[in-house]
C-alpha cells in the first residue's frame, strides 16, 4: 500500500461541564461530545523508515504548526513508538476544520493519523488500541477515533457512546483567528475564584439525555451548555454578539463551542441551517459559516479510487 486517506470529523460540545482544578494541571469534566459533518482528511504515504513530516493544505493552514508540535505528527511517532520500529511517514492534511475553533481540529488530525498510519503500515492494532495511544496526544483525540455522540469523563478521554435518535442539524460561525484551550480553562478556573464559585463534581444533564435519546431538537437547543462559554466569552468579547445575533434569527440553542471561538448555533432542518447561514453571513458577525449535521462517525479510511 503505498498511501491511506482518512476523513475525520469536528466535533461540538452538547454538555461541557467543568469540575475544579485538578494537581495535574486538567479538570474533570463531564464532556458531552458530538461529532459533525466538518471533515478534515489526512492522508499518510510513503515510508517505512525516517523520521514522520507533514504538510497542511485548506482552512488556515498557515496557523497549523510544521514541526514536531504537530498533533499529526506527534501521533506517527507515538505509533511508530508503540510498534518499536523505526517507522516513518509524510503526512498531508487538508483542513475544513477550524484551527484553534474550540471543535478539536487537532485531536482530529491526529486521530486520522493514526488510523492512516496504522494501516499504512500493516500493525492491525484496534480503534481500542488507537485509542489509549491518542489520549496521551490530547484530552480530545479518542473521541475523533469514535464519533457519533458519547460522554467523556476524566479529562474527556474516558468514553462512554450515547444513542441518539435522528440527526440535528448545525450552523457553525467561524471566527477570526483562534484560542488557546488552556488559555481558556485559566479564564474559567479564574472568573470562579473571582466570584467566589465552587466548582461543583460535573454530572451528565438528565435533560440533555433524554432530548438525544427521542432526538428532539427543541429541547436540545434549551439543554445546551457550556461551562468555559463565559472565559471565552471574556477573552473574545464579539462572541457575544456573534451568540445573541443566532439567537435573534432563530436558532434553538446557541453556544460556544468547547473552548472556543467558533460558535455553534442547533436548529431544526438543513433548510434552517442554509437560511440561518445566510443570514449571520448578511450580519457580518463572524469571519464565515458552515453548515453541518451531526451525528457522524470517527476517523475512517477513504476507499482508494480505482
Ligand atoms: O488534552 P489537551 O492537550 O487537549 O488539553 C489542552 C489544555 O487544556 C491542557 O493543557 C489543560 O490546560 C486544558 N484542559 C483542562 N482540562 C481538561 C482538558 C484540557 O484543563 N479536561
Known sequence: MTSVTVRVPAKVNLQLSVGPPRDDGYHDLVNVFHAVSLFDEVTASGGPGGASTVAVEGESAGAVPLDGENLAVKAAHALAARAGRPLGARLLIRK???????????SADAAAALVACNELWGLGLSTRELMEIGA???????????GGTAVGTGRGEKLAPVAAAGRFHWVFALAEGGLSTAKVYAECDRLREAIGEQAGWPQPAELLMGALAAGDAQTLGKALVNDLQPAALMLCRPLARTLAAGRERGALGALVSGSGPTCAFLVESEAQASDL??????????????????????????????
Open 136 to 146: 496521551d496526544l490530547g484530552s480530545d483525540v479518542p473521541f475523533a477515533l469514535l
Open 277 to 306: 447561514s445566510i443570514a449571520l453571513d448578511l450580519s457580518g458577525v463572524c469571519r464565515s459559516l458552515v453548515t453541518a449535521y451531526g451525528p457522524v462517525p470517527g476517523a475512517t479510511i477513504v476507499p482508494a479510487q480505482r
Open 96 to 106: 475544513a476544520i477550524p484551527v484553534a475553533g474550540g471543535m478539536a481540529g487537532g
